[in-house]
Nanobody, 126 residues
Framework: QVQLVESGGDWVQAGGSLRLSCAASGSIFNLNVMGWYRQAPEKQRELVAS?????????ADSVKGRFTIFRANANNTVTVYLQMNSLKPDDTAVYYCNLVINPYCLGYGCYEPEHWGQGSQVTVSS
């Protein structure tokens, strides 16, 4: 089972920036593709960015050009970051990092892992 600890969420004004961090530990195989998800109030969880072990990234259209995902690999741990720029009120959500089951899926409706960390709240005011 992968252990996940997210941090870096905060309140910020529209147009501002934040960087989220996630410490993930588990087997190297399980940490191959990692991603950042978010869940806004009364909405489904959305996969907004993913990154493979080799550094290949993918982004949902809702964040493309504004968010950057990157990772640092070390033995059986991975630190995954999400740099968020030009934030909008619509970005307000609890952000989670986790494994990505289907690396070809982004947005809503992706098959999700069973276990989750506590998430990190991001609030963007207008």
């Amino acid at each position: 089972q992968v252990q996940l600890v997210e941090s870096g969420g905060d309140w910020v004004q529209a147009g501002g920036s934040l960087r989220l961090s996630c410490a993930a530990s588990g087997s190297i195989f399980n940490l191959n593709v990692m991603g950042w998800y978010r869940q806004a109030p009364e909405k489904q969880r959305e996969l907004v960015a993913s990154i493979r072990r080799d550094g290949t990234t993918n982004y949902a259209d809702s964040v493309k050009g504004r968010f950057t995902i990157f990772r640092a690999n070390a033995n059986n741990t991975v630190t995954v970051y999400l740099q968020m720029n030009s934030l909008k009120p619509d970005d307000t959500a609890v952000y989670y990092c986790n494994l990505v089951i289907n690396p070809y899926c982004l947005g809503y409706g992706c098959y999700e892992p069973e276990h989750w960390g506590q998430g990190s709240q991001v609030t963007v005011s207008s």
